[in-house]
């Protein structure tokens, strides 16, 4: 008989959805104080004259049901309308050292900030300023610098096109591109990637090439957690016969099967959609091998098509027509040898023999893919190996078919587009000059490893933060900490209070407080809206309707403004109270920089907005060759337990209760963990060969090339879970001192978040310079040092 699981480790065994996902939206309302106001709120998510919806970057369909949000988009929105405020006396009661001792969870959960704040250090209390003060003081503080580029300009994807493109004036106005943004630690193989393979580092399908579409690869991402309203989608595809063929190292109960809490049949029934109908359990880092095993396998079936004159299977008119590069692949994938593929995959032969079948039979394919695919050292060249699989039947720029990048923040990928980036192309920074009237910095920027690198190193002066958690979601705390220690100024705009607003500037940090998506931002000319793009490149307006939190609280681009005005003075001739007194006027720029959004006010004022026009989806390649490039995988990222047997590959991912370094609660009810973020996932085989038992508290230290002395988190607790052999699994940010700021994709600089290599001690046989993750550990523990 199986030993009893140790405490808070269940097995789930139902489907993902149904009736708990139903039920933890009620539990988060009411622990936010807002049950009768948050369902009204919520009924405003994600319609045509409502807010868009905090919480992911999946579009809405055109058709909005009147409950067009889903659980995790509950918790979102609960989240920031929540009822609870932190104003003066919370601050005059904690000093940061108090503060510092909470948990993450502790912070943000007392509540939204309602005062600019400026830090004494003479007494270690944030205290209330007034926004002149504090405005003027920052504005002095930047103006001071040697040089411009000793300040880094943080962006997380939840600010509006409007808040974003205000920054980007004002940043290269005052003379940089250091625009280190969230994306950098998300989707930048895809910005990096995409771009050289098709021409635009964007997904190409819209939600209706999902009605055609008869085949799906889902790769890396865990939908009914991270994109629930996409399981509609999935649902949809699955009730008609479509094939979904899952690439995960974890079993995810979504990918699994899903009853959907708005079928009534299902909920009544408890019956579940069935989703994946292949589900390959691929080793962590290994899917440039299985989607090259699929190619192979795929090659080996159109040769035999010709042989036996039947219809070729891969797209040669489509490829001689529109493709460069694919002699080299063929090439390689001669070269390549089945062992190899089948050792770095953790994949059968046959297995992927038979997604090559599916997919030669199929007649439009789109594949998804996530951070499991991005978040690598070899994460562009994997974002590259997919757009290969797709342009081999000319799965790119026609209906029901195309590369669909899953986005993560709601508005990350507009921010992108409307000029945040440290790399930006010329033509961006010609508008810039044509439109209003000034040499932008030419010079490329920092992204967010370089930027952490900078402050580390001294060469950066000062930080301000749009958003985020920074210190906590980028790797390497150790670093990160050293950084923002290191700041002559540093300042935070936001909603509420997180541990990188704590890690106090030698000179001086200021909190902004800022309104959220949910709340009504009125200025000279009336409510605003603002507007966002989601990961289909549909543009559409955002207006929220809830009272702001407090009355010191003001809108990201009132801030912004308020910054520029601060910092440049009369420079640039700007009317930035003109922009901030009516949001159209930013518009007007926006569209006058960028002619994709031509008649942007119009527009966007339609229900439902405007899909930005997408060149790969047309076929038109804006790339080098004026072709789609097949881009070849140098070579296949080694197992470096090939090397040291000891040695397991940890991926990091997030559990069903967290938005990023948000934790919610600290359950993640489809992989059965309950009450407790402090585990490692890992296959009972695994376990037993490393000499422990499921339920063994261990630490587990950095290996190979990034060891040194504090990588180790220590007190995790064992969980056996159904993973491939050689690889783990924890949440994030929890280990996030394991992973080195040099261990990152050397193209797109994205950190390599998911496949850390480590290795496993029993408790306290390896005591260093330690971080401790604490029973029933809480994120941002892992940021404080062991006494
Ligand atoms: N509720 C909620 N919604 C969110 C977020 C949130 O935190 N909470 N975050 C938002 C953001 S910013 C983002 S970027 C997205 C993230 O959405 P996802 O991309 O789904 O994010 P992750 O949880 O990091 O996990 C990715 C999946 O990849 C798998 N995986 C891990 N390593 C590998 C690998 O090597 N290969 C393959 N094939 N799979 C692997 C994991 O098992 C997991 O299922 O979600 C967005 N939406
Ligand atoms: N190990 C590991 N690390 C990761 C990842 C991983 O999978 N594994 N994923 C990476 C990914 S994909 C991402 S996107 C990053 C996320 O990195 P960030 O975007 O920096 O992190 P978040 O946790 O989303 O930021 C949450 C904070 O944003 C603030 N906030 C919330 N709403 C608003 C608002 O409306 N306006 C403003 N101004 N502030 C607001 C709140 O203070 C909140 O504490 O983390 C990355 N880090
Ligand atoms: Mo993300």
Known sequence: MRKPRPEGIKDYTGPAGGWGALKAVAVSLKAQQIVQRGAQTLLKSNQPDGFDCPSCAWPDPKHTSSFEFCENGAKAVAWESTAKRIGAEFFAEHSVSDLWAKTDHWLEGEGRVTEPLRYNAATDHYEVVGWDEALAEIGAGLVKLDDPNQAEFYTSGRCSNEAAFLLQLFVRLYGTNNFPDCSNMCHEATSVGLPKSIGIGKGTVSLEDFDSCDLI???????????????????????????????????????????????????????????????????????????????????????????????????????????????????????????????????????????????????????????????????????????????????????????????????????????????????????MKEVFGFEPPREHGHSVVESIAAMRDGTAKAVVCLGGNLAVAASDPQACAEGFRNMDLAVHITTKLNRTQLLMAKGATYILPCLGRTERDLQESGPQSVTVEDSMSMVHASRGFLMPPGENVRSEPWIVAGIAKATLGGKGGIDWDGYVANYDLIRDKIEAVFPAFKDFNARVRQPGGFHLVNSAAERVWMTDTKKANFMVAPHLEEDESTRDPSVMRLTTVRSHDQYNTTIYALDDRYRGVFGRRDVLFMNGKEIARLGFEEGDVIDVTTALDFKRDDRIVQGLMLVEHALPDGCCASYYPETQPLIALEDHDPQSFTPSYKSVPVQIHAAGTNRGAGLVVERAGVAGQSLRAKA
């Not at 159109?302 to 008119?317: C, L, M, R, S, Y």
């Not at 529109?322 to 090439?331: P, Q, V």
């Not at 699989?389 to 709601?410: D, F, K, Q, V, Y």
């Open 217 to 431: 690869f889902s790769i890396g991402h865990n939908p009914g957690t991270n994109h629930p309203r996409m399981m509609a989608t999935l649902r949809e595809v699955a009730r008609r016969g479509g094939k979904i063929i899952a690439f995960n190292p974890f079993k995810e109960r979504s990918l699994e099967r899903f009853e959907s809490p708005q079928s009534v049949v299902e909920m009544a029934t408890l019956s579940a959609t069935p989703i994946a109908t292949n589900y390959l359990q691929v080793k962590v880092g290994g899917d440039a091998a299985a989607i090259k095993g699929i190619c192979k396998a795929l090659l080996a079936l159109d040769k035999a098509a010709a042989a036996a004159g039947e219809p070729p299977v891969i797209d040669h008119a489509f490829i001689a027509e529109h493709t460069a590069g694919f002699d080299a692949l063929i090439a390689d994938l001669e070269a390549s040898d089945w062992a190899d593929i089948v050792q770095a995959s953790g994949l059968g032969q046959s297995d992927l023999e038979e997604v090559a079948r599916l997919y030669a039979q199929s007649t439009a394919a789109i594949a998804c893919y996530g951070m499991g695919i991005t978040q690598h050292r070899t994460g562009t060249s994997n974002v590259q190996q997919i757009a290969n699989l797709l342009l081999l039947r000319g799965n790119i720029g026609r209906p029901g078919a195309g590369i669909c990048p899953l986005r993560g923040h709601s508005n990350v990928q507009g921010d992108r587009t409307v000029g945040i980036t440290e790399r930006p192309m010329p033509v961006l920074l010609d508008k």
